[in-house]
């Protein structure tokens, strides 16, 4: 089992910025992806961000491009989602997900249990 602990979340205004991290716990693999979720009252969960825990290789939601970086710290089993230029439409509840296959940015093993970021006008 993998266990994920998110947090970096909050309340902030239009055009601030935010990094939620996300902390990996038991049976943490070397290779495998990352990656950040959302959900939005009332609407389905949405992929964000990815990242390959060997190379980095990462993928993202065409909205957040240019805005969001990920990064990982292997050492650390530790990934993190910068958020700059956040916009009303970002408010929801991130999660951190993970999975053993490499490149698997849609499909994930083990979820986290989310951090709520709120971004006011």
């Known amino acids: 089992q993998v266990q994920l602990v998110e947090s970096g979340g909050g309340l902030v205004q239009v055009g601030d910025s935010l990094r939620l991290s996300c902390a990996a716990s038991?049976?943490?693999?070397?290779?495998?992806?990352m990656g950040w979720f959302r959900q939005a009252p009332g609407k389905e969960r949405e992929f964000v961000a990815g990242i390959s825990w060997s190379a980095g290789r990462t993928y993202f939601k065409d909205s957040v491009k240019g805005r969001f970086s990920i990064s990982r710290d292997n050492a650390k089993n530790t990934v993190y989602l910068q958020m700059n230029s956040l916009e009303p439409g970002d408010t929801a509840v991130y999660y951190c997900?993970?999975?053993?296959?490499?490149?698997?940015?849609?499909?994930?093993?083990?979820w986290g249990q989310g951090t709520q970021v709120t971004v006011s006008s």
């Open positions: 038991g049976r943490t693999f070397s290779s495998g992806t």
């Open positions: 997900a993970a999975s053993p296959r490499l490149y698997s940015w849609h499909e994930y093993d083990y």
